[in-house]
């Protein structure tokens, strides 16, 4: 069984950063790709960001290129999210994943979910 457990989140102003951690349990964290994803009030859960199992192969939304920096260091089981220049539109749940295919955008491809943690960004 694997478990994701995420950390970092909190209250920041506008054009503030924040670093999100997720650390998983599992000696097969080195096999997988791991993604983030955000779920605001009332909206979808949505791909933010996406890293492959080495570390070689990166993928973003749009709307947070430039802004936020997804890494991984597997000998210690940890992914992370790097957010800068961050705005009120950032607000949301922050999840991570555990990818099966790869950096994919789609949930579906995703078996391993944390169980989130609340990123509010005040204007």
């Known amino acids: 069984q694997v478990q994701l457990v995420e950390s970092g989140g909190g209250l920041v102003q506008a054009g503030g950063s924040l670093r999100l951690s997720c650390a998983a349990s599992g000696r097969t964290f080195s096999s997988y790709s791991m993604g983030w994803f955000r779920q605001a009030p009332g909206k979808e859960r949505d791909f933010v960001a996406a890293?492959?199992?080495?570390?070689?192969?990166?993928a973003y939304v749009d709307s947070v290129k430039g802004r936020f920096t997804i890494s991984r260091d597997n000998a210690k089981n940890t992914v992370f999210l790097q957010m800068h220049s961050l705005k009120p539109e950032d607000t949301a749940v922050y999840y991570c994943?555990?990818?099966?295919?790869?950096?994919?955008?789609?949930?579906?491809?995703?078996?391993?979910w944390g169980q989130g943690t609340q990123v509010t960004v005040s204007s």
């Open positions: 890293i492959s199992w080495n570390g070689d192969s990166t």
């Open positions: 994943a555990r990818g099966r295919f790869g950096n994919s955008y789609s949930a579906a491809n995703y078996d391993y």
